[in-house]
């Protein structure tokens, strides 16, 4: 998977489910749940003990582009592409994740909070960077200010956004995609609720189409 691959499938569904794994046997339906409902990406989560697994399980439903989320270290980025996974994604920048996501073939998308972090990630060779958080950061109007100096870059926002505010993000030209955790809620997915989270996945596909057609 490229970063042009990635691109391409955020233009078709900008809005990435960002889950957190309590049972990875949950994953294989959940990603069915979210492809059949028009989503493209998918951010499955490090920060439980079962993310690795969930990645795998992920991968091995097929259908979905597989990004591990909360990648924080060179041996995470190395067990995550075992696992299956194309896109690594940080919520801070860490040079040493960056070119080890490189070494192995796969996207990074570096979280950056600061024009310093987005200088420092673009300088280790990426373009499509995660604004995290975005909403506490000031959300539409921080990507607003960054992308004027920054021309080239494109970003992936997260952090406090949901089914209403995506909106304003997803008019803004910078902004490549968004990511949240509103369309696959905990309890949902550990109770094994998939029609709610196929729900969710299609009103944020049909909502992101409105606002980019
Ligand atoms: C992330 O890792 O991108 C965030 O935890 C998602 O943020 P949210 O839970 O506020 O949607």
Redesign the pocket.
């Known amino acids: 998977v490229t970063l042009e691959t990635v691109r391409s499938a955020l233009i078709e569904a900008p809005i990435v489910p960002?889950v957190t794994v309590d049972d990875s046997n949950r994953i294989g339906p959940l990603c069915d749940a979210l492809a059949s409902g028009g989503i493209r990406v998918v951010e499955i989560?490090l920060r439980t003990p079962a993310g690795l697994a969930g990645i795998q399980a992920a991968a091995a439903a097929g259908g979905i582009v597989v990004a591990a989320?909360?990648v924080t270290s060179r041996e995470q980025v190395d067990l995550c592409v075992r696992a299956g996974a194309t896109v690594v994604i940080s919520?801070g920048f860490d040079l040493g994740v960056v070119l080890r996501a490189h070494e192995l073939g796969v996207v990074a998308i570096p979280g950056i909070a600061t024009a310093t972090e987005a200088l420092r990630a673009i300088d280790a060779g990426s373009t499509l960077l995660k604004l995290?958080p975005a909403e506490q950061l000031g959300g539409v109007h921080m990507i607003e200010a960054l992308s004027a100096p920054l021309p080239g870059v494109s970003f992936l926002a997260?952090?406090?956004?949901n089914a209403q505010n995506c909106v304003e993000y997803l008019r803004h030209p910078a902004v490549a995609g968004v990511?949240?955790?509103?369309m696959c809620p905990r309890i949902a997915v550990t109770g094994g609720d998939f029609t709610t989270i196929q729900s969710l996945a299609i009103a944020a596909t049909q909502l992101a189409a409105r606002v980019r057609q």
Do not use: K
């Open positions: 960002v989560t989320g909360t919520p995290f997260s952090g406090g956004i990511a949240g955790s509103w």
